[in-house]
């Protein structure tokens, strides 16, 4: 089992620019979420996912948008990169399961925007 | 509003002794909590969790304490080593929370650094 896995591992766009972030997980978990990891700001939840067709805005979901066309991917896009944009991102999944909050997590798109 | 806070973003240990990372939350709703590891250039791998029901949970070097009464938690490794020098991320979550279940609510790490 490869788990969670994210591509691409980096990044570099210019200001105004789009592109695709993809995350596949192969547990056949429902849920999917994508955080952003900024120093010293932890992890914050973008956008979310509770199964294959459905999305739900995070606390920070301005400027992305997300689908969830089949279960085992969750795709992040960016339509215009700005500066701020700049992070680590990161993609999790997990089970629907009452009282089972752990989340797996795959190894981060590193993006940078000039 | 921090609803997971961890006050200390680094903590320094020596080699074999005991590290006591914190955690300290503000949402009584919170009935779940969990510790995740973090090296540089990796994602986060899952530690430890406890149950609000519960006042501690072992794991070899890895205990996890919840004081509810306080809202806080904290997580005790002894011996420490060199490999466990990472960032750890506090998290929460409670289930019924109007269609998000399973969100987490993390704190923004603690860098733990085992000196040799």
């Known amino acids: 089992n490869a788990g969670v896995t994210q591509t691409p591992k980096f990044r570099v766009l210019k200001t105004g620019q789009s592109m695709t972030l993809l995350c596949a997980q192969d547990?056949?978990?429902?849920?999917m979420y994508w955080y952003r990891q900024d120093p010293g700001m932890g992890l914050r939840l973008i956008h979310y996912?509770?199964?294959?067709?459905?999305?739900a805005k995070g606390e920070v979901p301005d400027g992305y948008n997300v689908s969830r066309l089949k279960k085992q991917n969750f795709l992040l896009g960016l339509e215009s990169a700005a500066p701020s944009q700049t992070s680590v991102y990161f993609c999790?999944?997990?089970?629907?399961?009452?009282?089972?909050?752990?989340?797996?997590f795959g190894p981060g798109t590193r993006l940078t925007v000039t | 509003d921090q609803q997971v806070k961890q006050n200390s973003p680094s903590l320094s240990v020596q080699e074999g002794r005991i590290s006591i990372l914190n955690c300290d939350y503000t949402?009584?709703?919170?009935?779940?909590f969990l510790w995740y590891k973090k090296y540089p250039a990796e994602g986060p791998t899952f530690l430890i969790s406890?149950?609000?029901?519960?006042d501690k949970n072992e794991d070899g070097r890895f205990t996890v304490f919840l004081n509810k009464s306080a809202k806080h938690l904290s997580l005790h490794i002894v011996p420490s080593q060199p490999g466990d020098s990472a960032v750890y991320f506090c998290?929460?979550?409670?289930?019924?929370?109007?269609?998000?279940?399973?969100?987490?609510?993390f704190g923004k790490g603690t860098k733990l650094s085992v000196k040799p």
């Open positions: 999790a999944s997990s089970y629907r399961t009452s009282g089972s909050y752990e989340q797996y």
């Open positions: 998290a929460a979550g409670f289930w019924d929370y109007g269609g998000s279940q399973g969100n987490l609510i």
């Open positions: 547990m056949n978990h429902e849920y």
């Open positions: 406890i149950s609000s029901i519960k």
């Open positions: 996912s509770v199964g294959e067709g459905t999305t």
């Open positions: 949402n009584s709703m919170f009935d779940y």
